[in-house]
């Protein structure tokens, strides 16, 4: 055994004439590079599931310095899925994470799946040991929550990057970390109560003394004047206005 010099060759040598195979151990952080993909005295001869080559026979007095073997740093990617408490598309500071989620990692070439995994710790996930390559993410909605809007602002680390509950393509190079990709979600609200007769005018809804009033028509509108909804009072004069956007 041996350990390849500060320039990563190595040299096993005085080997007795016979079949030998080599095995590199890849270090932390690494994958191999694909195998026997050219010329040789160039490609990469490890085996990328066991580091080990294929078996060689050397004849007396052989010099045979063609196996070697290529390694490529992991990269990582993940981020956060939020609650958008005011819907506006951007992780505010308060903003607390929804734990639970479940995330999936897609090759964007080829569309497999690449590993998949639930959000916790505050709504905080990563994948981590991935190949070079471009990669898109997938995020589940949770039960009661709407996604936000994506890609707003100018800020990619705050934004959420998830359209439909898919991400764009991401590409990452050897050793990347990218901790930028994020999914907001928030819960729908809902405005309303009750129009009463208020017969001595007092404007206190007395206990058995005041009707509802019933065909009352109620507007729900932005503080710029725009409607976002009508209704009219039911026959004992409440009023509901549901499923609404944070705002």
Do not use: M
Request: overall charge negative.
């Amino acid at each position: 055994t041996t350990t390849t010099d500060a320039t990563g060759y190595y040299l096993f040598s005085d080997l007795v004439p016979g079949d030998y195979k080599v095995e590199f151990v890849k270090p932390a952080g690494y994958a191999f590079s694909s195998q026997d993909q050219g010329a040789d005295g160039s490609d990469s001869d490890a085996d990328t599931a066991t580091g080990l080559t294929v078996v060689t026979t050397l004849e007396s007095g052989e010099n045979d310095l063609s196996w070697d073997a290529g390694l490529v740093k992991l990269a990582s990617l993940g981020d956060k899925v939020f609650e958008d408490k005011d819907a506006d598309g951007v992780q505010d500071a308060g903003e607390a994470g929804i734990d639970g989620v479940k995330v999936k990692l897609y090759n964007c070439v080829t569309n497999e799946l690449v590993a998949e995994t639930t959000t916790a710790g505050g709504g905080l996930y990563n994948f981590e040991g991935l190949k070079p390559g471009t990669y898109h993410v997938v995020f589940e909605t949770p039960n009661g929550y709407v996604q936000t809007t994506a890609n707003v602002g100018g800020d990619d680390a705050a934004d959420s990057d998830a359209v439909g509950g898919v991400t764009g393509c991401y590409t990452l190079n050897a050793g990347d970390n990218n901790t930028t990709v994020d999914a907001g979600f928030y819960k729908l609200a809902s405005l309303g109560d009750y129009v009463w007769a208020d017969n001595n005018n007092n404007g206190q809804q007395d206990d058995g003394a005041n009707a509802g009033v019933a065909g009352v028509t109620v507007n729900l509108l932005r503080p710029d004047g725009t409607q976002v909804a009508t209704t009219t009072t039911d026959a004992t004069g409440y009023y509901l206005f549901s499923d609404l956007v944070p705002g």
